[in-house]
């Protein structure tokens, strides 16, 4: 990271524009979401994610796609460590593949997890769906960043004590489904990586056939490691970006993207005039748009807790 900021110019201009970011919170039941000017984040919040746009440009998480400034370190043969030159956290990276393959986690929730061990106990590390927020949904990648600058990484205690459910208990492992009105989340913490694996699996079929998709139904997923004990948080989307993102009056246009970060209580907008504006009430109006809402999430919760059940207990 330091060598970084010295010797890449693009890196050290990232940088140096945090200094000068702004910041406002606003406090709801028992958390709080902040939101942030960072015009540094123009490309990624308005990045174009459709099949052409994706075609017609290079991959940019490709090796030999870098910028000839850009130090990684290899990781587990198969993946990557850079550092993203277009930070929103104190110390932000991008932790690519070194293979040319689609955003996807159902094969690659292992690698997430032992990132959050490795990585530990300075970063929290998440991932965003093809359709929900990863930027470069043709290429798998996971990101890390400063841990506690997110506040769900401290909230998330409190919201589990006052709007969780614990579907199932067994072994190490626990799994929570928590709604606090904004957010649908479900929630594995244990100390067993077989434990979470499997019923992360479980978890992605529930979800994969509730929702009807094809291909994998969007989530966006925050994770840590703490005390010998993984924490995985899934955010239950059903809805890449709110109507305010593409009016075509400006007045009433928001350039906010929900991704991992954004809903983890941290909301980028690259634009002054929607830092400005954008109110309590539009929060939660562009959250409830992205989110499932309670009647789905209900079944969705007895639907996992009877696949959970039925796996462990038959």
Known sequence: MQTQKVNWEQ???????????????????????????????????????????????????CKENLPQEQQSVDYKDDFLILVNPFPIFPEHFTLPSIHHTKQNIENS???????????????????????????????????????????????????????GEELIKIKSLHVFAIDDGFRK???????????????FQIFYSSFKKITGQDEEPMMNII?????????????????????AFFEEDQEKRILLSPAAVDIGGVCITPREKDFETITKEKLKEIFTEVFFDESFFLRFKKKLQSDLELYYYS
């Open 109 to 163: 929730f292992f690698v997430f997890l032992y990132f959050c061990r490795d990585l530990n106990p300075d970063f929290s590390v998440f991932y965003n769906g093809p359709k929900c927020g990863a930027s470069a949904p043709d290429h798998l990648h996971f990101q890390a960043g400063t841990k506690y600058f997110m506040p769900i990484d401290l909230e998330y205690e409190q919201l589990k004590k006052k709007f």
């Open 185 to 199: 989340m479900i929630s594995f913490e244990g100390n067993s990586t077989p434990e979470i694996e499997e019923a």
């Open 223 to 243: 994770g840590s490691y703490q005390n010998k004990k993984w924490r995985v948080i899934i955010f239950l989307r059903k809805k890449h970006r709110p109507d």
């Open 11 to 61: 890196c050290k201009n990232g940088y140096t524009t945090l200094a000068s970011v702004k910041t406002k919170v606003f406090q709801f039941n028992n958390f709080s979401i902040k939101v942030q000017f960072n015009p540094g984040r123009m490309i990624s919040t308005s990045a174009k994610v459709d099949e052409q746009s994706i075609n017609d440009r290079k991959c940019f998480l």
